[in-house]
């Protein structure tokens, strides 16, 4: 196994931990993610809908073999040391042991959809202000009006993101 780079990461509780980069890259469906630390130190990877637990020698995955002897062991899926036989486990993390990522980049087709429905608030609005205006109320008028504007600004900063 060739040398992984290493990341360092800071949990919910505020404590750093240093996994294996690749680990938070992972889609947590086919290639695991780190989710955080077990209670008892152990990198949380997500993957295949399981969460366990990844070996301190390799990263990988722990699987079920025989020793010499004939006695169950569980080793590192890489390398093949024994480890503990927890890894061979599903394993969680604790609230306070979350890896807390950086948010979500906004999908472009959800932020469309607010977008779409920003643009009618927009127009919503400017029509009740014309319709104040008419009949005469020109101060709610203007309200309705500065908020169609305020909307419409708010759009436009959005479409940069989008
Ligand atoms: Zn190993």
Known sequence: MTATSSVTVRLVSGDEVTIPAALLNGDGDSEPR?????????????????RYGVTACCGASAKGS?????????????????VDEMLGAPMDVPAENRWQPDEDPIDPESLGLVLDAAIVEVERRRTVAAELRAAGLTDRADRWQAQASRLAEAIGNLRQIG
């Open 66 to 82: 025989m020793t010499g002897d004939d006695e169950p062991v569980i080793v590192c899926r890489a390398c093949y040391a024994e």
């Open 34 to 50: 780190f989710v955080g630390m077990s209670v008892d130190g152990y990198v949380v990877v997500e993957a295949y809908g399981m």
